[in-house]
């Protein structure tokens, strides 16, 4: 009987941890710094869980953009991908504390302090939503860029600017500089930037290269907005199918590859910004004066958010970690 019941046991322990393919759908090309990483991060962990674990990545959004991939994940069709912004902050909004604009402006390394400090608690928040998270990625400093030139904050009102649709973080930032939002597809803003249908738009100096506005806009705002970043997510279900020590080292490798991406990203955004001058665009320095005014329109933005899709609990920590 003891015989009997030993190899029951050992037989549902093999089922649950069975040899398992975790299927992540992401945005990022093949080639770039985080596809690298991704890539590397597979090959590794199919080596130290003796092929076990598998991770298949979809890169270049053929599955769909963030979404999409997210409604994907929540059927079973996919296990998690790589999520930013809006998308991030629907799956858990205090996750976007990291944004709230005109905390972190130029000083790159306080950012990044920042988001080490509060990964635990997004962690622990993310897991609560059904989401394990293997490291954060940092998409780094936004910057407006326009086809006007702007020289003050009081300069930027009525500027028609694109929006991501329903993003009330963005939105909240645009109605407090009282800019006229364009909401638009992403691949739709190169187009508008031409012929007028959006005087603006925003994004991390390497995404403004690679989505090719610079060959539209004259102006960048050298003066960041917001910080960001994403998120490589698995889906708790499919995590839990994973032996734990597989788990350990998977985590072990993802923040390895992930601050490796982190760390030439840095490097690489500053290469993009010499690039953009080069390629002919004015940088835009706005008065100190405005710096005390960004305060203002951040009191504003928290106002409009807290206790609504950031909690105060979050917002008071961040304050905290930022004096």
Do not use: C
């Amino acid at each position: 009987m003891k015989k009997l019941l030993l190899t029951l046991g050992l037989l549902i322990s093999s089922s649950v941890y069975a040899a398992q393919q975790v299927k992540l759908a992401v945005l990022v090309p093949e080639g770039t710094t985080w596809g690298n990483s991704l890539k590397k991060l597979s090959r590794e962990i199919d080596t130290v869980t003796k092929g076990e674990v598998k991770f298949k990545v979809y890169y270049g959004g053929v599955a769909g953009d963030e979404p999409d991939v997210l409604r994907k994940v929540r059927i079973g069709q996919f296990h998690g991908g790589i999520f930013t912004g809006k998308i991030l902050g629907d799956i858990y909004g205090d996750v976007r504390a990291m944004e709230i604009p005109f905390t972190f402006y130029e000083n790159q390394k306080k950012a990044s302090e920042t988001l080490t400090k509060l990964t635990p608690e997004f962690n622990q928040g993310l897991k609560s939503k059904g989401f394990v998270n293997l490291g954060f990625f940092e998409v780094g400093q936004v910057y407006v860029v326009s086809t006007k030139k702007v020289t003050t904050l009081k300069e930027l009102k009525g500027v028609k600017i694109w929006s991501w649709e329903g993003d009330p973080l963005v939105n909240a930032l645009l109605e407090s500089l009282q800019l006229v939002s364009v909401p638009l597809a992403l691949p739709d803003v190169l187009s508008s930037l031409s012929t007028g249908i959006i005087d603006a738009a925003y994004a991390p100096p390497l995404a403004i290269l690679a989505l090719q506005w610079h060959t539209k806009i004259k102006y960048l705002v050298d003066f960041p907005t917001a910080y960001s970043i994403g998120a490589l997510l698995v889906s708790n279900k499919v995590w839990s199918q994973i032996k734990p020590e597989y788990q350990n080292k998977i985590l072990e490798l993802s923040q390895k590859y992930i601050k490796e991406a982190n760390d030439k990203s840095i490097v690489e955004s500053q290469v993009a910004r010499e690039q953009l001058k080069k390629s002919g665009i004015e940088f835009i320095s706005f008065p100190d004066a405005d710096y005390k005014e960004a305060a203002s329109v951040r009191s504003k933005v928290i106002a409009k958010l807290k206790d609504k899709q950031i909690s105060s609990k979050i917002i008071q920590t961040l304050d905290k970690e930022t004096k």
